[in-house]
């Protein structure tokens, strides 16, 4: 059973940085993809970037300029650099997991509905 585990969010000034982590267990090996999720309260749940088993990456436009999706194989985990944080970026964010979706190419946008695996989520607020 693959499990998630999300780390590193906090609460920052505007303009400033997290670095947010994934941890995984329970790996199958095969082509995968994962991705990063946020659900502000009141609003529905998006999908702000997503990564294959080959690097390959996707953003969504709204975040593309200042947050970086990243996988370390080594150590298991997956990561979501934020830079420059703006309170809109106030979110619970998830990290999520596909054996299905085996392939991200620029434009992809991840919906919730194709990922299987979830985290727990980790919380960040930015205030301004």
């Known amino acids: 059973q693959v499990q998630l585990v999300e780390s590193g969010g906090g609460s920052v000034q505007a303009g400033g940085s997290l670095r947010l982590a994934c941890a995984v267990s329970?790996?199958?090996?095969?082509?995968?993809?994962m991705a990063w999720f946020r659900q502000a309260p009141g609003k529905e749940r998006e999908g702000v970037a997503a990564?294959?088993?080959?690097?390959?990456?996707s953003y969504a436009d709204s975040v593309k300029d200042r947050f970086s999706i990243s996988l370390d194989n080594a150590k298991k985990s997956m990561y979501l650099q934020i830079d420059n944080l703006k309170p809109e970026d106030t979110a619970m964010y998830y990290c999520?997991?596909?054996?299905?979706?085996?392939?991200?190419?620029?434009?992809?946008?991840?919906?919730?509905?194709?990922?299987?695996?979830w985290g727990q989520g980790t919380q960040v607020t930015v205030s301004s």
């Open positions: 999520a997991a596909s054996f299905e979706i085996r392939h991200v190419y620029i434009g992809y946008e991840p919906r919730p509905s194709e990922y299987k695996y």
């Open positions: 329970g790996y199958t090996p095969g082509r995968y993809s």
């Open positions: 990564i294959d088993s080959d690097a390959a990456t």
